[in-house]
């Protein structure tokens, strides 16, 4: 009888993820069921009503966002930096190189340390010319929706800039394997369920649900490539005022500058008699 | 020209002329207190002082007389398993139930405390919450539980809420009068400390926190108001009137961080059923849950002590 | 009063060595001198800790200077996430560094704990996030580091001076040689650890320990830019006269005498809080302490008698029990120096009053005290005596408490109580001091700036305010 060679190493199955929607700190499917291929897998495809409960999640979460200390909301997005590092090799077999992952923590980082800061940047006493004590103090605008751009660290881009402050944001993610693995860690950073919601699916589908949602105080138009579709959402977002920030940044390595943050900022200035 | 004569009791004046207080400074105070460590044999003087401080209370529109019965036969025995365990200091019931516990608790020292005047809110007519009050008392209530007029409170009619106070705590007769600020309701601490005062003025014997029925009920800060409230009293008047913070105490922690604020703020005369109570009712079981583990030695579970 | 039972820290989770050397350039290394560190609260010796003589300094001067080049050379993100990570293992290590700072200073572990600790990380949380931002920090397009700091700090918040110290230091581009206070190295020696916990590249923090020659040699040192410092006006005057005719930039953080005023229309129970934390935190060991308290004369009764009664239920005594709230006396200098004040205090007139209190037998003590029928001829009412020692002055109207609040060569912080927001505004204005608290008293944070006016030095330390002092 011939020996027969050894039996081949059972081959052991995958236990694959499930991509879906990232709500108030949870992870529902999209309430319409949907979902669409990415790369052989199912991705929720958000529908209108998610972007109105996502609305919600982030209406709820901002009083209590906004009233953390700054040096809070500075250590929460710090620890989302370490989870990032954490997790680099995850990044990368996502396809987003090395260098990347690596400026997309460098710029949490970056921003992380803006919470304590911006007030002294961007307010000040004023020197009014009578006997009252002025102050102007920079406050976060509320709920901002944000069209994301399609690389990783354009998507941190637009994230922390907005949230470092105090605002909780409704994002409509391109990239949206790397968006749900950015959910996964922010889901475990110590970052309060709503600040951060994330949207897989189309983004011309459900932006313009965003951009006329009289809850959102304004509009991060950064991930929108068709100048017509900007323009309408820009048009639809006049509605009620929303404070918008066009497309047009394209190089999220370079500083950005105090813009992307000031941009979702309103000023207050208070003032008081002196005098005795 | 002669000189104008103000009103001999311009309760208006009085009370804005009260000292302020400031939120930031009263709230670091009472967290301060709260890092008080309490240890060993001092916890368990302190588990033993908070559970005979005890108004156990059921006010539910679901409360039966078997669900009273159980609460009376619990506040009587708290641990059956444990006969070295004190008793609790009333129960506070709804005066419809009042009967029913009053059956139980004869002759066991045990107070029996009715809330009344249209308990929670206090919108009725006057005559209504007297014959309220009445009542209960008639049914063998020996403690009252009233609440003051916010309405009238914070539209500045502050002789309306001082008026209704007195005429209560006539119609109580010999009860004792407990009357509930409802703090939650007042908005600032230096209501607190004004509403302290006019029901001090008019009478109190108690002043209470809240009814429980409110989302914000007692806090560290609200009490510790309270009771710089009644410590300036006995000092100004000679009388001493007690403190009942109630709702939202719920574990032995809470309750001695509340004996750490007398402590620390009006002293051992407070320290004491007849001066302090804590208006609740899942504290008890928490108070004889650490009471158990201070003498056993390890962590006790739910199943081991009554539901009521 | 119930008592609460002893409730002890362990101190188990201290490791101290018998010894310790000087760390210079990344290592721990001898010197030929050493001195002792005791326990002010039970005179037990902690550890012998090295001496640094003037080839020492040298050395180590030479290493933060070997370390700038490169140090200040990497881009700001990089040194920020230096920082970051020694805010992290500060605050990982958070418990053992508060036993440790109440072991060594005598202050009460619920401060050290609940103060100190939280302080310092946030101080480097803080200067990690300027260390890439510093385009933005107002001082120009790209500000430059001066070069090599020397630092000399006190004994009163060993290590929160250390980090208020450090990390703008580091944050800016700058190498550092700290001198922690004498009766006080151990928390600045496990800093050392923790520097080479997060790997920091050797030379840019050296610690020497010594006394006022090793502070001396260092801040005369030809080879340093840069000079902090932060302790008496006397030593501060010294240095400022050293430093007349070099290049080198000095900011100093000196003594005071804060006037505390309460007004009749105050919060009074949260005005007694504010004085009693005024005077007695820290035992009084604070340049910005609340030393003097200025009373409004038609509030005087309700405010005395108030903070009297307060005073009674402070808690003097092991500084690792949880519930004590007034530690030991730094050293026997410093008890000496607040028994020969105070008793100057009773010999000028003044009346003396301290609530009952049991001191402990071993170890240096001093019951909290209140001086009261003080005016500001006395000398109690002009000199620090950095102790639980509170001398009280009356006035009548606003005017006359800014007044006395100015008259004085301090300048460093002021406290004001009154419910009415005009009069605190207005008041606040006139006071010639650093740091004014408004109904509130010894509040700090890193993004607030601190620093005196007149003879209580000059230069800020936190906020955006304490970069300059380490910039170009």
């Known amino acids: 009888m011939p020996k027969s060679s050894p039996a081949p190493a059972p081959v052991r199955l995958s236990v694959r993820k499930t991509y879906k929607l990232f709500i108030g700190g949870a992870f529902p499917r999209s309430e319409s069921g949907r979902t669409y291929l990415v790369d052989g897998d199912n991705v929720a495809l958000a529908s209108r009503k998610d972007a109105r409960n996502a609305v919600l999640a982030a209406r709820k979460a901002q009083p209590k966002w906004a009233g953390a200390t700054a040096y809070n909301r500075g250590q929460v997005l710090y620890r989302i930096a370490e989870m990032i590092e954490a997790r680099r090799k995850e990044f990368s077999a996502l396809g987003v190189a090395a260098p990347e992952v690596a400026a997309a923590i460098d710029r949490w980082v970056w921003y992380a340390g803006w919470s304590d800061k911006i007030a002294q940047v961007y307010g000040g006493a004023n020197p009014v010319a009578g006997p009252y004590f002025n102050l102007s103090a920079p406050e976060p605008t509320g709920v901002v929706g944000v069209i994301a751009p399609a690389s990783f660290l354009g998507l941190v881009s637009v994230i922390a800039p907005a949230i470092v402050t105090g605002n909780t944001v409704v994002v409509l993610a391109a990239g949206p394997q790397v968006a749900v693995t950015l959910a996964e860690v922010l889901a475990t950073s110590d970052l309060p369920g709503g600040v951060v919601n994330i949207l897989t699916g189309r983004a011309a589908e459900t932006a313009p649900w965003l951009a006329s949602h009289d809850d959102v105080n304004a509009l991060d138009l950064t991930g929108i490539d068709d100048p017509e579709l900007a323009a309408d959402l820009e048009r639809s977002a006049a509605g009620s005022l929303k404070r918008v920030i066009r497309p047009g940044r394209t190089d999220f390595r370079a500083d950005p500058g105090l813009h992307p943050m000031t941009a979702l900022l309103e000023t207050k200035t208070v003032w008081h008699p002196k005098g005795f | ?308 | 009063m119930f008592a609460y039972a002893p409730a002890p820290e362990s101190r188990s989770i201290v490791d101290l060595a018998p010894s310790y050397g000087l760390f210079i350039d990344g290592r721990f290394t001898d010197a030929h001198d050493s001195f002792k560190t005791v326990n002010p609260a039970s005179e037990e010796v902690l550890a012998e800790v090295a001496a640094a003589g003037p080839e020492d300094v040298d050395r180590a001067v030479a290493a933060a200077r070997r370390a700038f080049e490169p140090w200040s050379a990497l881009p700001g993100a990089e040194r920020a996430k230096y920082l970051f990570r020694i805010a992290r293992i500060i605050q990982e290590r958070a418990r053992e560094l508060a036993v440790l700072e109440s072991l060594d200073n005598g202050k009460p572990i619920k401060e050290s704990r609940d103060v100190d600790l939280p302080l310092v990380a946030a101080h480097f949380f803080y200067y990690a996030g300027w260390a890439d931002k510093l385009a933005y920090a107002g001082f120009g397009a790209d500000p430059r580091p001066l070069g090599v700091a020397a630092q000399v700090i006190p004994w009163n918040f060993p290590l929160l001076m250390l980090a208020w110290k450090i990390a703008p230091a580091l944050a800016a581009g700058n190498t550092v040689v700290l001198k922690p206070a004498e009766t006080t190295p151990l928390s600045a020696l496990f800093f050392a650890d923790i520097c080479r916990q997060a790997d920091l590249p050797p030379g840019v923090v050296n610690i020497i320990t010594g006394a006022g020659d090793t502070g001396r040699l260092l801040v005369e040192h030809p080879d340093v830019n840069k000079v902090a410092f932060t302790g008496s006006t006397e030593v501060g005057r010294a240095i400022a006269r050293s430093v007349a005719g070099t290049g080198k930039r000095v900011t100093l953080e000196l003594g005071g005498k804060a006037a505390n005023i309460v007004f009749d229309d105050a919060a009074i129970d949260q005005a007694v809080e504010g004085i009693v934390n005024g005077i007695f935190f820290n035992q009084g060991h604070v340049c910005c302490a609340g030393s003097r308290l200025l009373v409004q004369e038609s509030a005087y009764d309700q405010v005395l008698d108030s903070l009297k009664r307060r005073m009674a239920t402070l808690r003097v005594g092991d500084p690792l029990d949880k519930n004590t709230d007034i530690g030991a006396i730094n050293s026997a200098a410093q008890l000496a120096r607040i028994r020969e004040l105070s008793e100057i205090g009773a010999a000028e007139g003044a009346e003396r009053w301290s609530p009952p209190c049991e001191l402990p037998a071993q170890g240096f003590w001093f019951a909290p005290t209140i001086f009261t029928g003080v005016t500001q001829a006395h000398r109690i009412a002009r000199e620090e005596i950095f102790g639980p020692v509170l001398s009280v002055l009356t006035f009548r109207t606003p005017d006359e408490a800014v007044e006395k609040a100015n008259n004085t060569p301090y300048g460093l912080s002021a406290g004001i109580w009154s419910e009415k927001g005009s009069l605190i505004l207005a008041v606040a204005d006139k006071l010639r001091a650093g740091v004014v608290w408004a109904n509130t008293f010894n509040k700090f944070d890193p993004t607030s700036p601190f620093g005196g006016y007149k003879e209580s030095g000059y230069g800020r330390e936190g906020g955006r305010h304490g970069l300059e002092a380490y910039l170009a």
């Open chain 2, 1 to 308: 020209m002669t000189a104008t004569l103000l009103p001999a009791t311009d309760l208006r004046s009085f009370l804005r002329g009260l000292p302020g207080v400031d939120k930031v400074g009263v709230e670091a105070r009472a967290a301060a207190l709260g890092t008080r460590s309490v240890k060993t044999t001092a916890k368990a003087a302190a588990i033993d002082l908070a559970i005979r401080m005890v108004d156990l209370t059921t006010l539910e529109g679901a409360d039966t007389a078997g669900k009273v019965r159980a609460l009376s036969a619990k506040a009587m025995r708290p641990d059956p398993a444990d006969p070295t365990c004190p008793s609790v200091a009333a129960i506070c019931v709804y005066p419809a139930m009042v009967p029913v516990a009053a059956e139980v608790l004869s002759g066991s020292g045990v107070h029996l405390a009715s809330v009344a005047t249209a308990f929670p809110s206090g919108q009725a007519p006057l005559d209504v919450k007297l014959a309220d009050t009445r009542d209960a008392v008639a049914a063998g209530a020996d403690e009252i539980d009233m609440v003051i007029s916010r309405g009238s409170f914070l539209s500045g009619r502050y002789d309306e809420v001082f008026d209704e106070i007195v005429a209560v705590q006539q119609a109580a007769g010999p009860a004792h009068l407990k009357v509930i600020l409802e703090t939650g309701e007042l908005g600032t601490y230096d209501n607190v400390r004004r509403a302290s005062w006019l029901a001090m003025l008019a009478g109190a014997d108690f002043i209470k926190t809240s009814t429980g029925k409110v989302p914000v009920a007692a806090t560290l800060p609200v009490t510790l108001v309270m009771l710089e409230a009644v410590r300036d009293f006995r000092a100004r008047t000679g009388r001493q009137v007690g403190v009942k913070p109630a709702g939202g105490i719920r574990t032995t922690k809470d309750a001695i961080k509340y004996l750490v604020l007398i402590n620390e703020t009006v002293g051992d005369d407070w320290l004491h059923p007849d001066w302090f109570r804590f208006g609740a009712s899942s504290l008890l079981n928490d108070l004889l849950m650490q009471r158990t583990k201070l003498t056993t030695g390890h962590y006790a579970g739910p199943d081991y002590f009554t539901l009521d």
